[in-house]
């Protein structure tokens, strides 16, 4: 699965370490062990002429390899493969495999973004949200992933696909937007799954919010 058709070019990444939309593409990164640069890309900075260059709309990531520049992490996750690891199990030519990729993708632009990661954003940094009804979005999600997950061992497929990737970060720190993960064994089964597969990075940890 880890299996390269050709040499990266001078890839950087801009991003933040607590960002799970940057750390879902560190993880494909990681786990194809392609080498790349971090650079740190703040709040503050994402404001700034030289990063709005990079990606006019302000948000991160983004990454750079050679000349190109890419932004929208699962846009990334799927150049990555397609330009590094084609023939690996990352993606599917499979038409099935293929569109349950795309809707878990659709899935983690929404109600994983609106949903855990929205609530996670409220709490520990006062971003826009409602981390009440965020916490709502995270639970049904939550309630339809523990029974999809029981007779699963991952999301797209029989193997682990870009479609868990994206999915993995936010899930896995919903506790860090005070939604606790301990309702859903298959949920947690899937993480550790995840968190099993080789050459694995963690996103650093963020204290868990006192109850209101």
Known sequence: MTSTSR????????GTIYSGH????????????????FVEAAASKRATPE?????????????????????????????LVKRYAPNSQWLSDDPVTAAQIQRWF???????KFGPCT??????????????????????????MEQYLAERSYLAAEYPTLADLA?????AHAPEGRIPLEP?????????????????????????????
Request: glycine share 4%; hydrophobic share 50%; proline share 9%.
């Open 7 to 14: 040499q990266p070019a001078d890839i950087t990444l801009h």
């Open 106 to 112: 659709s899935i983690a632009a929404g109600e994983v």
């Open 119 to 144: 609530a996670r954003m409220a709490l520990q940094w006062n971003a826009p949200g409602d981390p009440v009804v965020a916490a709502g979005i995270a639970n049904r999600l939550f309630q339809f």
């Open 167 to 171: 999915c993995y970060s936010y899930i």
């Open 22 to 37: 940057c750390h879902r593409v560190e993880l494909l990164l990681t786990m194809l062990q392609i080498p790349y640069r």
């Open 51 to 79: 990063f709005l260059q990079l990606n006019p709309l302000g948000q991160i990531p983004v990454l750079q390899d050679g000349e190109l520049t890419l932004t929208d992490s699962n846009a990334i996750l799927v150049y």
């Open 184 to 212: 859903y064994p298959n949920l947690r089964a899937w993480l550790a799954r995840i968190e099993a597969l080789p050459n694995f990075k963690a996103m650093p940890k963020l204290p868990v919010p006192a109850a209101a």
